[in-house]
Antibody
Framework: QGQLVESGGGVVQPGGSLRLSCAAS????????MHWVRQAPGKGLEWVAF????????YQADSVRGRFTISRDDAKNTLYLQMNSLRVEDTAVYYC?????????????WGQGTLVTVSS | QSALTQPASVSGSPGQSITISCTGT?????????VSWYQQHPGKAPKFIIY???KRPSGVSNRFSGSKSGNTASLTISGLQAEDEADFYC??????????FGGGTKLTVL
């Protein structure tokens, strides 16, 4: 079925850095493209970044381009999000999500999320 | 990339049908048949309920259906049930090889 477990969230000051991890299990991680999606408190979902299964292409939202980097380690079945130059507006629950089996343009498995709080 | 436009809230009584719209542009909703819908209950992760405009993943109730006309996609829920009460989000692939979500719609079952 597949399970995704995020970790690495916490409180960080503006301008600081944080690295999120997403541990995958129960499926062949290396064959799936993966997303990061975030949700600010009380707000809607915002797509953050995507990495193809072979890591040849990575895409980011304009709001994080140049500050956030998505990567993966298939040997560890883990997805990462390196977040630099953090801003107050980056405060959110960050979810990792797997490309769906049925469509390359949807996500069928989501983690439970990890909370990032950017505050002085 | 601007968020897709959804109504902030919709409501309906048990047994009724409701429709949630999701309006984008020719660079996203109108340009691709890659619209998805997600249901999110409070404090939970989103759940995948519609993909590629009108396809249902296995295990999702056939009370959920999707459609699209031009730059606007729609999610219809028929035979409303109390457990349908949740937030709903549309999502579309875009011409920039990115994804964009709608602002979300809160469904209240009266």
């Amino acid at each position: 079925q597949g399970q995704l477990v995020e970790s690495g969230g916490g409180v960080v000051q503006p301008g600081g850095s944080l690295r999120l991890s997403c541990a995958a299990s129960g499926f062949s991680f290396s064959t799936y493209g993966m997303h990061w999606v975030r949700q600010a408190p009380g707000k809607g979902l915002e797509w953050v970044a995507f990495i193809r299964n072979d890591a040849t292409n990575k895409y980011q939202a304009d709001s994080v381009r140049g500050r956030f980097t998505i990567s993966r380690d298939d040997a560890k079945n883990t997805l990462y999000l390196q977040m630099n130059s953090l801003r107050v507006e980056d405060t959110a629950v960050y979810y990792c999500a797997r490309r769906a089996d049925s469509s390359a343009y949807s996500s069928d498995h989501w983690g439970q999320g990890t909370l990032v709080t950017v505050s002085s | 990339q601007s968020a897709l436009t959804q109504p902030a809230s919709v409501s309906g009584s048990p047994g009724q049908s409701i429709t949630i719209s999701c309006t984008g542009t020719s660079s996203d909703v109108g340009g691709y048949n890659f619209v998805s819908w997600y249901q999110q209950h409070p404090g939970k992760a989103p759940k995948f309920i519609i993909y590629d405009v009108n396809k249902r993943p296995s295990g999702v109730s056939n009370r959920f259906s999707g459609s699209k006309s031009g730059n606007t996609a729609s999610l219809t829920i028929s035979g409303l049930q109390a457990e349908d009460e949740a937030d709903f989000y549309c999502s579309s692939y875009t011409s920039r090889s990115t994804w964009v979500f709608g602002g979300g719609t809160k469904l209240t079952v009266l």
